[in-house]
């Protein structure tokens, strides 16, 4: 009874979090300094040769405002942006893309980013988790601690410096990977797959990279603490072999700290496509974002920021909903 | 092994392989992509494959104008979007286009210029080439031009594609005469319908379309028209749905095509790619796996030359790159409000600025300078910039003040010598250096510029900064660029560090490309902006003047956008010339004088700050191929994204390398 409170209140929270999004995504880009239309006319004033004559601009800006749906009051648009979103999914065609619906486009890139931050942030923790135990409960090891330096090291360089790095060495001075993402189109086969792992695998090391530092530094921590404490000893005077020592009595322990922290690192997924997206010329809904934002293209920032919104969020909730599995506290609470 | 080592060990184990799995080699993926020689495969019987798998040897490479594509499947010419990547320059065809060396414009798929049926100038016949044929097979005639006319009077609601309401408000009706002849009749006499249903500079308000494929669509504004069928000589082969890339190929019937009449086009191939942010396109540039760039930094350029003996700029001497686009850059100003309504603190603003340690901060000294309102280009030079020379060196201020610097570029010169510049890479002689960095600009003198101020009651404080009449400091607004446009933001925020020298307190605002656009066209926002306007490549100057009239002014902090007349300029004289040259031949001398007396009026208004002509810098690498418009073989502007592109790839060799 306790465990479906728990369960009912993290689905309550969750669709509260979602209404909120999705109400602050509506109001927010129109808060922006930009106007979709404007922005289109203006690409247009500067094409030299197509400009438009005074009665040309006036009649363009009241066609495109009836297109993408910009008449009425703010109150009649929100209300019809909800009524899309809940009942049908649809955030609307984009503008800078008129009249192709920006769902299209969120289906594109949503598995690139998906795939590619979901994959490294989930090595980066298990990688990084793993060496941080190693060195926390070895400490006095050398090889544990060379790769805990090398945590120290890494964790500090700004994401962006080290991507560049790992550019100019392995797709410059030693041109292993490509210096850009080229991913030609066709079915789903065995070559496409490796075209595919080829392509992404210079932004995953980054990603990687700069991912498993911080959680070697606070993995080691958290086991090295854990092997102080007095059930360890007990355990250690009872003959319980080291290993099992490290993965039963150390390494749960030491988990759930670094669930939570998984569960914070989901959420900087989004965050990270951006840069990620921009530097190796990935696809994804970074650049759908950042794209939208330049060309002050709302609907598609609804679209990208909502599914964002819905994407942390329901990892947050998966991650509420396996804490049980890892703690029997709240099971038995 | 103790337990660390051993789990350790497998750790680096399993990282090595994963490893060596991402660095399998294209051949053993079975495919092209990625592996040696930085995304580009080695193939012994086709010499470099690029990393779409076409022989590198007959690709042409081009980095796009408009980076990533937002809507690459769209390639529908009624609907926005679908120009660059090459549908402009490969793909379609157009009735007249622009010789980019001359200015003049000159038959595509009419056969001659538009015959004028009255002397009301509103009636027109046009004749069609025979012989052109869409990439299908299916022959081109006036059923295509009417089909597509019907299209946008009809469809206008539904398409987005801007020029569709230039067309309808343009043309009154229209009507075929026979399988290559039509005729159209006009809303006002015209002079330049050769430049509205033709090219101008940049693109074309019509675009043919073919009525075999376009008539079975149910509804046109919906249909994408992916792999158009084309009129160009090339057609889509492959793009990436992702929109970073785009591959072009030849026709095999290129000569039926809409310019096959120019000659072979050289490359087989012709893709199109973003290769990202400039720091990794420097690199991809210097390992020869793109030929032309389109608007790399000059530092970045210097960069990759020192790397690669095959990458060139325009020129190998100063300023390097070519000036000859349309647009300038330049500093509009809100005149309509306080105090910026006064020409007196116009002209106090372009005094005060320092324009030769702006271009040699901002842009290492590669720039021309250009006093008058429009781009000193060799088209315009002659007709414009020539005959105002005597006059600008007489021109004075209501206070008797001679404001023109005629031995700018002199000066620049001697000090970019100064600086360093081998004198090799200098141009020599008075014609030369006035042709390299124009004809001269505005005098720096922050003490004349005080005394304009001071004139108006604006002087200086206690601290040295220029107050409003009321004893307020007078806060200036300057709008630039972010880092969208690096060039523009660099020079955006040396203007406003040579104005914050001679004591005016500037906020250097830097927007979005987006934020960009909505001050430029809302009247409120504005006080000043720097801005790339002003787009005159040939004589004529209505298409970008045509809006300066009375009519289109509105209060100062008006909240609607502005319909024409950017520079929110008040000028009566000006207001009757532009309604006179409207209704003017534009060959006509009297439509020229009439462009120089505008110029005039800007300068003695100080309308607008004119800086500079955009250094448009298009690097090239002649690994694979040569013979790039250059300075000293200039056929064409060296622009991809222009008519040009269509003489660069006609004239261009391979250089045999594989």
């Known amino acids: 009874m306790k465990l479906a409170q728990y369960i009912a209140a993290r689905l309550g929270v969750y669709v509260v979090v979602l209404f909120m999004g999705i109400t602050i995504t509506f109001f927010l880009p129109r808060l922006m300094p930009s106007d979709p239309i404007e922005n289109y006319i203006a690409q247009l004033q500067n094409q030299a040769g197509q400009t438009l004559s005074e009665a040309e601009v006036m009649q363009l800006r009241a066609t495109l405002a009836e297109l993408y749906g910009l008449e009425g009051s703010l109150f009649t648009q929100y209300i019809n942006h909800l009524k899309r979103i809940f009942l049908t999914f649809d955030f609307g065609p984009s503008f800078a893309s008129f009249p192709r619906p920006v769902s299209e486009f969120i289906w594109v890139a949503l598995p690139w980013t998906l795939g590619l931050l979901t994959t490294t942030t989930f090595i980066a923790w298990s990688l990084g988790n793993f060496i941080g135990l190693l060195a926390g409960f070895?400490?006095?090891?050398?090889?544990?601690?060379?790769?805990?330096?090398?945590?120290?090291?890494?964790?500090?360089?700004?994401?962006?410096?080290?991507?560049?790095?790992?550019?100019l060495v392995l797709a410059y001075i030693f041109p292993v990977f490509p210096l850009s993402t080229t991913i030609r189109p066709g079915p789903l086969t065995w070559s496409k797959i490796q075209m595919i792992a080829t392509n992404s695998a210079l932004p995953a090391l980054t990603l990687i990279t700069a991912g498993f530092g911080w959680n070697i530094l606070s993995m080691k921590s958290l086991a090295y603490a854990t092997k102080e404490e007095p059930y360890v000893t007990f355990a250690r005077l009872k003959g319980v072999p080291p290993r099992k020592i490290?993965?039963?009595?150390?390494?749960?322990?030491?988990?759930?700290?670094?669930?939570?922290?998984?569960?914070?690192?989901?959420?900087?997924i989004f965050n990270g496509a951006?840069?990620?997206?921009?530097?190796?010329?990935?696809?994804?809904?970074?650049?759908?974002?950042?794209?939208?934002?330049?060309?002050?293209?709302?609907?598609?920032?609804?679209?990208?920021?909502?599914?964002?919104?819905?994407?942390v969020a329901t990892a947050a909730l998966v991650i509420d909903l396996l804490y049980p599995l890892f703690d029997p506290r709240i099971r038995y609470k | 092994m103790s337990q660390p080592g051993k789990y350790l060990r497998i750790i680096i184990f399993g990282l090595l392989m994963l490893l060596l799995a991402a660095c399998q080699t294209p051949t053993e993926a079975g495919l092209s992509p990625a592996g040696a020689a930085g995304g580009q495969e080695q193939s012994d019987q086709q010499g470099t494959l690029t990393d779409v798998g076409t022989p590198r040897h007959e690709t042409l490479v081009v980095q796009t104008f408009d980076r990533k594509s937002a809507n690459p499947d769209q390639m529908n010419p009624l609907m926005q979007y679908a120009h660059w990547r090459g549908f402009r320059e490969l793909g379609w065809g157009f009735l007249w286009e622009t010789d980019t060396g001359t200015g003049e414009s000159y038959p595509e798929l009419a056969a001659d210029m538009p015959e004028v049926l009255n002397p009301e100038h509103t009636r027109f016949r046009i004749k069609l080439k025979e012989g052109i044929y869409w990439s299908d097979g299916v022959e081109f005639t006036t059923d295509d031009i009417i089909y597509t006319l019907d299209t946008y009077f009809n469809e206008r609601e539904k398409l987005t594609n801007a020029n569709v309401n230039r067309i309808v408000n343009y043309i009154k009706s229209y009507q075929a005469i026979d399988r290559y002849t039509f005729e159209v009749e006009t809303v006002n006499p015209s002079y330049d319908l050769h430049t509205v249903m033709g090219v101008y500079?940049?693109?074309?308000?019509?675009?043919?379309?073919?009525?075999?494929?376009?008539?079975?669509?149910?509804?046109?504004?919906?249909?994408?028209?992916?792999?158009?069928?084309?009129?160009?000589?090339?057609?889509?082969?492959?793009?990436?749905?992702?929109?970073?890339?785009?591959?072009?190929?030849?026709?095999?019937?290129?000569?039926?095509?809409?310019?096959?009449?120019?000659?072979?086009?050289?490359?087989?191939?012709?893709?199109?790619?973003?290769?990202?942010?400039?720091?990794?396109?420097?690199?991809?540039?210097?390992?020869?796996?793109?030929?032309?760039?389109?608007?790399?930094?000059?530092?970045?350029?210097?960069?990759?030359?020192?790397?690669?003996?095959?990458?060139?700029?325009?020129?190998?001497?100063?300023?390097?790159?070519?000036?000859?686009?349309?647009?300038?850059?330049?500093?509009?100003?809100?005149?309509?409000?306080?105090?910026?309504?006064?020409?007196?603190?116009?002209?106090?603003?372009?005094?005060?600025?320092?324009?030769?340690?702006?271009?040699?901060?901002?842009?290492?000294?590669e720039f021309?300078?250009?006093?008058?309102?429009?781009?000193?280009?060799?088209?315009?030079?002659?007709?414009?910039?020539?005959?105002?020379?005597?006059?600008?060196?007489?021109?004075?201020?209501?206070?008797?003040?001679?404001?023109?610097?005629?031995?700018?570029?002199?000066?620049?010169?001697?000090?970019?010598?100064?600086?360093?510049?081998?004198?090799?890479?200098?141009?020599?002689?008075?014609?030369?250096?006035?042709?390299?960095?124009?004809?001269?600009?505005?005098?720096?003198?922050?003490?004349?510029?005080?005394?304009?101020?001071?004139?108006?009651?604006?002087?200086?404080?206690?601290?040295?900064?220029?107050?409003?009449?009321?004893?307020?400091v007078w806060e200036l607004e300057l709008?630039?660029?972010?880092?969208?446009?690096?060039?523009?933001?660099?020079?955006?925020?040396?203007?406003?560090?040579?104005?914050?020298?001679?004591?005016?307190?500037?906020?250097?605002?830097?927007?979005?490309?987006?934020?960009?656009?909505k001050v430029q066209n809302t009247n409120a926002l504005l006080t000043t902006i720097l801005n790339w306007t002003n787009c005159i490549f040939t004589p004529n100057y209505l298409n970008s003047w045509h809006s300066i009239s009375l009519e289109n002014l509105k209060a100062a902090d008006a909240t609607e956008p502005i319909v024409g007349n950017q520079y929110r300029w008040n000028n009566a004289t000006v207001d009757a010339l532009i309604k006179e040259s409207k209704a003017m031949d534009q060959s006509d001398p009297k439509f020229r004088e009439n462009g120089r007396a505008i110029l005039q009026e800007f300068v003695k208004d100080m309308a607008y700050i004119n800086i500079m002509n955009i250094p448009t810098t298009i690097p090239t690498n002649e690994y694979y191929w040569t013979n790039f418009p250059k300075q000293d073989n200039y056929y064409a502007v060296p622009y991809t994204w222009w008519s040009s592109f269509k003489e660069i790839v006609v004239n261009i060799e391979p250089t045999g390398r594989r």
């Open chain 2, 201 to 365: 500079t940049w693109g074309s308000a019509f675009i043919p379309v073919p009525k075999h494929i376009f008539e079975k669509q149910p509804d046109v504004s919906q249909f994408r028209n992916t792999y158009p069928v084309t009129l160009g000589p090339y057609v889509v082969k492959e793009f990436d749905p992702n929109g970073f890339w785009q591959l072009w190929e030849r026709r095999e019937d290129w000569e039926r095509s809409a310019w096959g009449w120019m000659g072979e086009p050289k490359p087989k191939y012709v893709l199109y790619k973003d290769f990202g942010p400039e720091e990794t396109r420097v690199l991809a540039f210097v390992q020869n796996q793109y030929d032309v760039d389109t608007f790399m930094s000059p530092d970045s350029i210097k960069a990759a030359q020192e790397r690669n003996p095959y990458i060139t700029t325009f020129s190998d001497k100063m300023p390097y790159h070519n000036m000859d686009d349309a647009c300038s850059y330049g500093v509009l100003m809100n005149q309509h409000k306080p105090p910026l309504d006064k020409a007196e603190v116009r002209w106090a603003l372009a005094l005060s600025l320092d324009l030769k340690e702006v271009g040699i901060n901002a842009l290492s000294g």
């Open chain 1, 246 to 268: 490290m993965i039963s009595y150390v390494f749960r322990n030491a988990l759930l700290p670094q669930v939570t922290a998984l569960a914070l690192s989901i959420g900087m």
């Open chain 1, 274 to 311: 951006l840069l990620t997206e921009i530097l190796f010329s990935y696809p994804g809904l970074g650049l759908l974002m950042r794209t939208a934002v330049g060309s002050g293209d709302y609907n598609m920032l609804y679209g990208t920021i909502t599914m964002s919104i819905m994407a």
């Open chain 2, 479 to 517: 709008v630039i660029p972010g880092d969208w446009n690096k060039v523009m933001q660099r020079v955006g925020f040396s203007i406003a560090d040579s104005w914050r020298k001679a004591g005016i307190q500037v906020n250097a605002r830097q927007v979005d490309n987006a934020e960009f656009s």
């Open chain 1, 138 to 167: 070895f400490h006095n090891n050398r090889l544990a601690t060379a790769l805990e330096v090398v945590g120290v090291l890494i964790y500090p360089i700004p994401y962006y410096i080290l991507a560049l790095v790992f550019i």
């Open chain 2, 368 to 472: 021309k300078a250009s006093p008058l309102p429009m781009v000193d280009t060799r088209i315009l030079r002659p007709i414009y910039f020539e005959p105002l020379i005597p006059w600008l060196q007489e021109f004075t201020l209501p206070d008797g003040y001679k404001p023109f610097d005629p031995n700018f570029a002199a000066d620049l010169v001697a000090r970019l010598a100064e600086s360093g510049v081998p004198a090799e890479e200098l141009p020599q002689g008075e014609e030369a250096i006035s042709e390299a960095f124009g004809i001269g600009w505005w005098k720096y003198d922050p003490a004349e510029a005080e005394r304009l101020l001071n004139s108006v009651g604006i002087t200086k404080n206690a601290d040295g900064v220029y107050t409003l009449p009321d004893g307020s």
